[in-house]
């Protein structure tokens, strides 16, 4: 899909969509539960597909109406097998639902893209060679057999924090007390607390026993409820980047006293303001398309702890250099820093390529609004906001769907 976007200014109040990373988090805990649970804010992106789906397959009742959900939890344990869990292109769903799965005591097929296959999985690997569970992947499905159980968990904590969050989920259930430890840097620590916090809304005890190590109780059950998603700080991020080039944009529906690590933008954005900006991205790596489209609009800047970039749905690093290009933007790509000049945008005379990526379509619109330009591959923003354009659109942007 092609999406052309006039140079406009942004002005009017949106609303930011359910946060992703809590809404999978409470899906997840409420189809684990031991009843029935409702769960307000899911949107119809496709990684909340990806992860109703996968409970349905394990034998989860997920009905939806609107961005309700009204969920009945099942004991994981006595689940029926299932054929396979289809993740689609989510990592989060992938990553949180291998742990869940050992639960049922059978193999399990987890499938996805070939990109999603792509992403790195050896913490897993290695966690379960170690513990005799069968882990065996290819270019488009991943089988798992065997029975987790109880005990230290140990991982460096510069992994990804989803790997965290799965073992977050299926130790409670197990029959002995667990820790997970890891091995220092710890980064994206907020999304472990927004796990810790989710699981809490649900009756499950789990937390901080020292700085790097987590003490999770076992024989525990999870308790049905009804819980409201919170707004997407890491989303609304690219309209209050539309206020950064001259919009004048108000976000509604973003809590002042949220754990998302994204909600950092604001002050990141105030540093773009300034030449010579340094911002380290360890801990807030999904803000990364945004700041590098915000820093080629105004002066340029240094951003480190971008390693992880490369294993997202792009490689957003060169992605967003090679896309700031058009843009004549110059973006330098090193292991694990990124260099973005700020000499100013012109027109792109060629249609941006969307990467297969929410993130940097996303990015490329914000850019747009200052030149004017078209974007192909556009329908990625389906992945997490499947409205974006429509939002765009109703801050007096014009917005057109271009034919082929």
Not at 162 to 171: E, P
Not at 201 to 224: C, D, M, P, S, T
Request: overall charge negative.
């Amino acid at each position: 899909m092609k999406i052309k976007i006039e140079k406009g200014i942004a002005r009017g109040t949106v609303c930011a969509p359910p946060s992703k990373s809590m809404a999978h988090r409470l899906l997840i805990c409420a189809g684990l539960s031991d009843g029935e649970c409702v769960v307000h804010g899911i949107s119809d992106s496709e990684d909340m597909l990806a992860t109703m789906d996968c409970l349905r397959a394990l034998g989860v009742q997920c009905e939806k109406d609107g961005e309700t959900v009204r969920v009945s939890g099942i004991d994981i344990r006595r689940a029926a097998a299932p054929k396979q869990l289809n993740c689609r292109e989510s990592g989060s769903t992938l990553r949180f639902f291998i742990p869940i799965a050992l639960m049922t005591g059978m193999e399990t097929v987890l499938a996805g893209s070939r990109r999603l296959m792509e992403r790195p999985l050896s913490v897993y690997e290695d966690l379960f060679l170690q513990r005799g569970i069968g882990f065996r992947k290819t270019e488009r499905e991943i089988k798992i057999c065997g029975n987790l159980q109880s005990g230290d968990f140990e991982l460096d904590g510069n992994v990804s924090s989803q790997f965290v969050t799965g073992l977050l989920f299926a130790l409670p259930l197990l029959d002995g007390d667990s820790r997970i430890v890891l091995r220092p840097p710890v980064e994206s620590r907020s999304y472990i607390d927004m796990t810790l916090s989710a699981l809490k809304l649900f009756g499950i005890e789990a937390g901080w026993q020292e700085e790097n190590v987590l003490y999770i109780k076992g024989n525990q059950h999870y308790r049905a409820g009804e819980v409201f998603v919170e707004g997407d700080y890491s989303n609304a991020a690219f309209f209050a980047a539309l206020n950064l080039l001259g919009g004048q944009v108000k976000i509604e529906n973003l809590r002042e006293d949220s754990l998302q690590g994204d909600r950092i933008y604001e002050e990141l954005f105030e540093r773009l303001k300034r030449p010579g900006a340094e911002i380290d991205l360890s801990d807030c790596p999904d803000l990364g398309p945004v700041l590098f489209a915000a820093a080629a609009a105004k002066h340029g800047g240094k951003f480190t702890g971008t390693s992880r970039l490369k294993i997202k749905e792009s490689n957003r690093g060169e992605a967003m250099a090679e896309e700031l290009q058009k843009f004549g933007v110059t973006a330098e790509v090193l292991e694990k820093e990124v260099f973005i000049s700020g000499q100013g945008l012109r027109k792109p005379k060629e249609c941006l390529d969307g990467h297969n990526d929410h993130r940097i379509v996303m990015s490329e619109a914000v850019l747009l609004t200052q030149t004017g330009g078209i974007i192909d591959g556009a329908e990625a923003v389906a992945k997490s906001f499947p409205d974006f354009f429509q939002k765009l659109a109703s801050l007096g942007i014009e917005v057109e769907r271009v034919e082929n």
